[in-house]
């Protein structure tokens, strides 16, 4: 027979057993819950975050188009039977008037640029349709659209496969300098430049930057790499802030194709 003693000290052994299984759980869904591929907060521009299926949108409703389009892809995401060629372009009624519209890119001479690509959400239809929601796309160059821009967004498959996720933010550049252009009544603003910067957490922590002119020449991905620190000095992004700042400081600083 077990002695009040005994048994008083398996009933405190349950108890702090039971503690540490629901402080580790909860640890662990603390953990799940933090989105790192998201930016930091914009105070200098308008900025609607816009929650979808597959990505994140920070819309800016003086350009009409996205700030940054952020999401988690990981290896499962990269594969799926649901097709784009069912899919068609269509306006985001979730955002106020004025907005992109259909008519805006007619006869405008620049491509529906995809910021979170098509081929990223082939693992669900909602996801794939909200790719062609208005809000997550930009008024791209025809050449930038059909080769580098998608060569970049094969290679984060590639890597996502490779590591198992990665974290990707990407979006127009505005540059202070240029004449500002748009396209279509609405006023849809024509990005100088795009950006695409790649985090990866598993094994050795390391992250990308590349950033494109919104031209028609000949642009190698490797020759569009840059670091993140780059990329953050020039957009005013801050650029994986869940991060500990010891590894965000270190990983954005530098930028090696290579390593990857």
């Not at 398996?10 to 662990?28: C, E, M, P, V």
């Not at 640029?113 to 909602?126: E, I, L, Q, V």
């Not at 780059?230 to 994986?240: N, P, Q």
Request: aromatic share 10%; with cysteine; proline share 5%.
């Amino acid at each position: 027979m077990l002695s009040g003693v005994t048994l008083l000290a398996l009933a405190q052994g349950t108890r702090q057993k039971t503690r540490t299984t629901q402080q580790t759980t909860n640890t662990s869904a603390a953990s799940a819950s933090v989105k790192y591929e998201r930016p930091a907060p914009l105070r200098d521009r308008p900025s609607t975050i816009l929650m979808r299926v597959g990505y994140m949108a920070s819309y800016n409703k003086q350009t009409r188009t996205p700030n940054w389009v952020a999401w988690h892809l990981t290896k499962y995401h990269t594969y799926g039977n649901n097709q784009r060629s069912g899919e068609v372009f269509v306006e985001d009624e979730q955002v106020p008037a004025p907005r992109a519209t259909l008519e805006d890119y007619y006869n405008s001479r620049y491509d529906r640029g995809h910021m979170c690509p098509a081929g990223d959400n082939k693992w669900s239809a909602k996801a794939m349709h909200h790719t062609f929601l208005l809000t997550n796309i930009c008024p791209q160059n025809h050449g930038l659209n059909k080769y580098e821009w998608n060569d970049v967004e094969m290679l984060c498959r590639d890597w996502a496969r490779k590591y198992g996720a990665i974290d990707v933010v990407c979006g127009p550049v505005f540059r202070k300098e240029m004449e500002p252009r748009y396209i279509g009544r609405n006023k849809v603003r024509v990005p100088d430049a795009f950006f695409k910067v790649v985090l990866c957490r598993s094994r050795q922590p390391k992250a990308i930057g590349f950033l494109f002119e919104n031209k028609g020449k000949k642009q190698p991905y490797s020759q569009a790499v840059c670091t993140v620190d780059e990329v953050e000095a020039l957009t005013g992004i801050d650029f994986f802030p869940a991060l500990d700042d010891k590894t965000e400081n270190r990983i954005e600083a530098t930028a090696r194709l290579a390593d990857w």
